[in-house]
């Protein structure tokens, strides 16, 4: 059974940074593609990265240039940089995981979920 727990989330002013952490266990990470999704209230959970085992990315349109997404496998740890926050980068965000070499950007591809991090970027 793969655990996912994500941590870094908070409160934030616009324009600020936020860098979210992953750190999976119960599973061999590195054979694991993870990706990073958010739900913000009244939406759907969307994309935001995605990150293959060999580190191929993949981003949503709106936070390229603004996210990065990173894996440290020696730590089991998948990170997510989030710089010039927006208040519609508001959400809840999560972490999955999947056991497979190629990125994943499908929701439904993934087998393992956190529990999810707030993040509210608000003046």
């Known amino acids: 059974q793969v655990q996912l727990v994500e941590s870094g989330g908070g409160l934030v002013q616009p324009g600020g940074s936020l860098r979210l952490s992953c750190a999976a266990s119960?599973?061999?990470?590195?054979?694991?593609?993870m990706g990073w999704f958010r739900q913000a209230p009244g939406k759907k959970r969307e994309l935001v990265a995605a990150?293959?085992?060999?580190?191929?990315?993949s981003y949503a349109d709106s936070v390229k240039g603004r996210f990065a997404v990173s894996r440290d496998n020696a730590k089991n740890t998948v990170y997510l940089q989030m710089n010039s926050l927006k208040p519609e980068d508001t959400a809840v965000y999560y972490c999955?995981?999947?056991?497979?070499?190629?990125?994943?950007?499908?929701?439904?591809?993934?087998?393992?979920w956190g529990q999810g991090t707030q993040v509210t970027v608000s003046s």
């Open positions: 999955a995981a999947v056991l497979r070499y190629t990125m994943v950007v499908s929701e439904g591809q993934y087998d393992y």
């Open positions: 119960g599973c061999t990470f590195s054979r694991c593609a």
């Open positions: 990150i293959s085992r060999s580190g191929y990315i």
